[in-house]
């Protein structure tokens, strides 16, 4: 699902410190990592005023959703008009009779699918013969719609705003999983960026490792203990490793750049880059990790995508059942109940005066409706439809039921292996350190050659690449195996909220 979003500003924790200068960049606490990936997960659910992102599905399917409670809108319609009728008497006219009428009704479905149908109308007629009569009548009924078989209960009309509701949850399960990516993105940016520092810091350390050897044995050719070639291949070395370092700034600059890129903050950031607070995580030496089913069972039940495929599976059973319903004929109970009144006279509360007063009696009916389609091939048509698309959402939950549950097996697998991989690191960072520190004492009393100091210093900078590269999968495997049991965030409502500790410790 791509991804875009617009400016935000850096988290304040992470402001602090946009300084390459060691010595000017302020002390912060641990939580430095969190800010930085809390800020982007808060920007990413920011009001639309304050941040815009091309795959914010949410107010498309409100629409949908509104635009499907049409079908429950009251419905009203009045009327009014006069008639004038002349009678005659052979050839020659008798009298006429004049009438003014006024109506009103409406029509009210709800979502039980029973349907209200108010009706109220007034006359007032005046018979001009050789005696004038004036009669007013007016007249008030509600009628009841109920379906017995098609569109019982609702299941038909009120289909689609109930798949509709499933279609606006499921969109903001998309957005709550595709602000968790950009959390798990940032955070492994971030620990990029933390590894091309330290492989900077290292390459830099084996440059002034050179550099000191040049040093000291430029003293013992001057005191002539040691020929000119061994300066000049230590000069070589020297070069050398400058180029490398040199290379690994360029890494710093393009670390900090994905960093930037994956926080989503401004172009104008990447002219200076900042000094990370939060240190590679420590080895948990006793981890031990949660059974594989119950981290599984937790995926299922956090994971936001597994939940939006799981609410798109019920929009698309609601339309199937309302699908399915619709093949039925049509059988409706009609109940209509009223009552009307008339009064002789004129003036104009004639129009008014019968609805409470010369009231016979109540007027009452039933009725049973029946309509049928005899191929009905619309609807048969449109429950395929529905039906291969509710297959096609069953088989793709079912996918990411599996694939879900596949990664959070091979997530564990990676932190376990990562653990022993780092541990092993760090042992032979400690003995290549050891082994540097006495070929250059050897080679000082003459008992080493120039080859060994180098192969041995090489040695110790290859061992420290190797602890970084190893220190690095750690962190991210932690923020793998968060990410994939669906543990990196939750939400408060539709807040992010992120925990140092879940980025820094296995669950």
Not at 56 to 63: A, F, I, L, R, V
Not at 178 to 195: G, M, N, R
Request: hydrophobic share 45%.
């Amino acid at each position: 699902m791509p991804m875009t979003t617009d400016a935000l500003p850096l988290p304040a924790a992470f402001e602090l410190q946009r300084t390459r200068d060691a010595d000017d960049a302020p002390e912060l606490t641990e939580d430095d990592l969190a800010c930085v990936v809390g800020g982007l997960a808060r920007a990413w659910s920011a009001p639309p005023d304050e941040h815009r992102a091309s795959d914010h599905e949410s107010p498309t399917y409100q629409g949908v959703l509104v635009a499907a409670g049409e079908p429950f809108d009251p419905r009203f319609s009045t009327s009014v008009g006069g008639s004038r009728e002349t009678q005659f008497t052979g050839a020659t006219p008798a009298g006429r009779t004049d009438a003014v009428a006024y109506g009103a009704g409406g029509s009210w479905r709800l979502r039980s699918g029973f349907q209200l149908q108010p009706e109220f109308s007034m006359t007032g007629a005046s018979l001009l013969t050789a005696s004038r009569l004036a009669l007013g009548q007016s007249s008030m009924k509600l009628g009841l719609l109920i379906p017995l078989q098609n569109d019982r209960g609702g299941i038909v009309t009120a289909g689609p705003e109930r798949a509709a509701r499933y279609e606006v949850d499921a969109s903001r399960s998309r957005l709550r999983q595709a602000i968790t990516d950009a959390a798990y993105s940032t955070a492994a940016a971030y620990w990029d960026y933390v590894a091309t520092l330290q492989r900077q810091a290292i390459y830099a350390a084996s440059e002034a490792r050179a550099a000191r050897l040049v040093d000291e044995t430029r003293v013992l050719v001057q005191a002539d203990e040691r020929t000119a070639a061994d300066l000049t291949q230590l000069l070589g070395n020297l070069a050398a490793k400058r180029a490398i370092r040199l290379g690994a700034d360029l890494a710093v600059t393009q670390g900090w750049e994905r960093l930037v890129l994956a926080m989503g903050v401004e172009a104008t950031t990447v002219q200076r880059a900042a000094v990370p607070a939060t240190p590679f995580p420590p080895v948990v030496a006793a981890w031990t990790p949660p059974p594989l089913a119950a981290l599984i069972g937790d995926a299922r039940l956090r994971r936001a995508d597994l939940t939006a495929a799981t609410q798109q599976v019920e929009a698309s059973r609601v339309l199937v059942d309302a699908a399915r319903n619709n093949l039925q004929d049509w059988l409706d109970l009609v109940l209509t109940g009223g009552y009307k009144g008339w009064q002789l006279g004129g003036g104009a509360d004639r129009f008014f005066t019968p609805l409470f007063r010369e009231i016979p009696g109540v007027d009452a009916s039933v009725q049973i409706r029946y309509e049928f389609l005899a191929s009905n091939a619309g609807n048969r048509g449109r429950l395929l439809q529905q039906s291969a698309i509710d297959d096609t959402r069953h088989l793709a939950l079912a996918d990411l039921e599996r694939h879900v549950a596949a990664e959070v097996v091979v997530a564990v697998e990676v932190l376990r292996r990562s653990t022993d991989s780092l541990a092993a690191s760090q042992e032979a960072g400690r003995l290549f350190d050891e082994g540097v520190q006495n070929e250059e004492r050897k080679f000082r009393l003459g008992l080493s050659t120039l080859f060994d100091v180098i192969q041995a210093a090489d040695g110790l900078t290859n061992a420290r690449l190797t602890e970084t590269a190893a220190q690095r999968d750690y962190a991210v495997a932690i923020a793998t195996l968060r990410y994939q049991s669906g543990t990196l965030l939750r939400f408060d409502e539709e807040r992010p909220v992120i925990d140092a500790a879940n980025l820094l410790t296995p669950p």
